[in-house]
């Protein structure tokens, strides 16, 4: 079956870090652009990252310098280390598939809270 | 940055009426990198268009998309139970960075 599962979503303090998961199954990973889309209760869609098949990596403002992507195509798996964590971070944090200018395919998400 | 606006805010509809959902661009967007979604609640958003106008596999044929430069427009022609939900639209930057607009809420009127 196709599909993405993110995993790692947790209540974590305000400065504290977490590092989630998104394993791909179905389709060759390797071959796929990926992104980390997120989405607080109640809000839009907010772009949060980026990561090329060559593995060239892009973030948005909010994030850059605390959040860091990766991939590991022999695993079949994008990642999303995330440090200096904030209340404004709290989240589901969805891993999306590109395809062409869309993103055709999409996690079920993982939630993040930031709180103490 | 490019800013999507979309509108109406909320589109309250019986089924089997027409919606008409605006993306507007703060600058001109390449037809090609503009992309509808659909998010029913609970659920992940789901591809409905991409390049503006280019249904995704699997979407039925009565959502259409269209427009081009910094209007777009998403059509549902007769609206059917399952296709209440929250749309977005998406544009797909350079960078690769994207931007979503704030979306549109179609409600059961």
């Known amino acids: 079956e196709v599909q993405l599962v993110e995993s790692g979503g947790d209540l974590v303090q305000p400065g504290g870090s977490l590092r989630l998961s998104c394993a791909a199954s179905?389709?060759?990973?390797?071959?796929?652009?990926m992104h980390w889309v997120r989405q607080a209760t109640g809000k839009g869609l907010e772009w949060v990252s980026a990561?090329?098949?060559?593995?060239?990596?892009y973030y948005a403002g909010s994030v850059k310098g605390r959040f860091t992507i990766s991939r590991e195509n022999a695993k079949n798996s994008l990642y999303l280390q995330m440090n200096s964590l904030r209340a404004g971070d709290t989240a589901v944090y969805y891993c999306?598939?590109?395809?062409?200018?869309?993103?055709?395919?999409w996690g079920r998400g993982t939630l993040v809270t930031v709180s103490s | 940055e490019i800013v999507l606006t979309q509108s109406p805010g909320t589109l309250s509809l019986s089924p089997g009426e027409r919606a008409t959902l605006s993306c507007r661009a703060s600058?001109?967007?390449?037809?090609?990198?503009l992309a509808w979604y659909q998010q029913r609640p609970g659920q992940a958003p789901r591809l409905l268009i991409y390049?503006?106008?280019t249904r995704a596999p699997g979407i039925p044929d009565r959502f259409s998309g269209s427009g081009s430069g910094t209007d777009f427009t998403l059509i549902i022609s007769r609206l059917e139970p399952e296709d209440f939900g929250v749309y977005y639209c998406?544009?797909?930057?350079?960078?690769?960075?994207?931007?979503f607009g704030g979306g549109t809420k179609v409600e059961i009127k």
């Open positions: 999306a598939r590109v395809f062409l200018s869309g993103l055709d395919l």
């Open positions: 179905g389709f060759t990973f390797s071959s796929h652009d």
């Open positions: 990561i090329s098949t060559g593995g060239d990596t």
């Open positions: 600058q001109s967007v390449a037809s090609r990198r």
């Open positions: 390049g503006a106008s």
């Open positions: 998406q544009q797909y930057g350079t960078s690769p960075s994207l931007t």
